[in-house]
């Protein structure tokens, strides 16, 4: 099993909306709706941002959203702050009921 | 409110087995659908899943680590061991548990909403 597959960064800046891609395959993006999203800031433990492809945990900015179409899951950061500066990780279950993390997206603030 | 914590020794040699404590509160391994994961990261790099622990006789492995990783009950049922042989300097990197989320009633599949704060393991001779 590979990694998920992710831009090794994206920038934007105060204010903007960017969004971050997450390609897997037929073994765990496309066939489950079972994607979360993660933050992590540097030295930290990751957050639970989006889980099951679109849901937010409480607490969590609805400046935060997710979506899925095919095998590429997608976490799109609207009203972008300073305070979104950080790494990304997504993460799918799979068919061999086990879970991949993608290879991580750093997001810069301009 | 759910809190984990990882320990285990900063350092081990090559070839040698790692042995991590998660100590945890604020729930039960004993209500349906509630586990514990662990997950690593190599300094600098990505998140890897190494696995899940519901109970003893369910448990879920990285499939490239399978036959190195076993997670076992500690000695108070509030913990969870993870045992990984034959180490490595590419196993360095810090480790976390976390809980799977849950909530209204369910538990929800590779989402964990509470983390450990990790342990920095160094693979070194």
């Known amino acids: 099993q590979s990694a998920l597959t992710q831009p090794a960064s994206v920038s934007g800046s105060p204010g903007q909306s960017i969004t971050i891609s997450c390609t897997g395959t037929?073994?765990?993006?496309?066939?489950?709706?079972?994607v979360s999203w993660y933050q992590q800031y540097p030295g930290k433990a990751p957050n639970l941002m989006i889980y099951?492809?679109?849901n937010r945990p409480s607490g969590v900015s609805d400046r935060f959203s997710g979506s899925k179409s095919g095998n590429t899951a997608s976490l799109t950061i609207s009203g972008l702050q300073a305070g979104d500066e950080a790494d990304y990780y997504c993460?799918?279950?799979?068919?061999?009921?086990?879970?991949?993390f993608g290879t991580g997206t750093r997001v810069t603030v301009l | 409110q759910i809190t984990l914590k990882e320990s285990g020794p900063t350092q081990v040699k090559p070839t040698q087995t790692l042995t991590l404590t998660c100590d945890f509160s604020?729930?039960?391994?004993?209500?349906?659908?509630?586990?514990v994961g662990w997950i690593r990261q190599p300094p600098g790099k990505a998140l890897e899943w190494l696995g899940i622990f519901y109970r003893d006789v369910d448990k879920r492995y990285s499939p490239s680590l399978r036959n190195r990783l076993t997670f076992t009950r500690g000695t108070s049922q509030n913990q969870v061991v993870l045992s990984m042989t034959n180490m490595d300097p590419v196993d360095t990197g810090t480790y976390y548990c976390a809980h799977r989320y849950c909530s209204g009633g369910s538990c929800y599949l590779g989402a964990f909403d509470v983390w450990g704060q990790g342990t920095m393991v160094t693979v070194s001779s």
């Open positions: 993460s799918s279950y799979t068919n061999s009921n086990t879970q991949l």
């Open positions: 604020g729930f039960s391994l004993s209500t349906s659908g509630v586990g």
């Open positions: 099951d492809v679109t």
């Open positions: 037929s073994s765990d993006v496309f066939g489950y709706d079972y």
